[in-house]
């Protein structure tokens, strides 16, 4: 869930600047299709990553979504991928 009043912008950044933190079950027929589609499409990207500003390391993200497209980003040879950076009002 995003928080109403939560700051999103679109950037690119470099896989190397996104945190995985959480643990998620992966599948391996949609890590395949992105990795078909990124394969099939160089230069262009399968979607966007949602990360959020990490709370441990300063410029570093974290993965909230998209950890699917992560994987076959690295598997593919990509540097960087189209992110929504989303900043939370904290409470």
Do not use: N
């Amino acid at each position: 869930m995003i928080k109403g009043g939560a700051k999103l912008t679109i950037t690119c950044l470099g896989l190397d600047e996104i945190q995985v933190k959480e643990y998620q079950e992966r599948w391996p027929d949609k890590l395949s299709l992105y990795i078909r589609l990124l394969k099939e499409h160089p230069g262009e990207y399968a979607g966007l990553f949602f990360v959020k500003p990490s709370g441990t390391h300063s410029g570093m993200f974290e993965l909230l979504d998209g950890h699917h497209k992560f994987c076959a980003s690295i598997m593919t040879g990509r540097s960087d991928a189209l992110c929504v950076v989303i900043e939370e009002v904290p409470e």
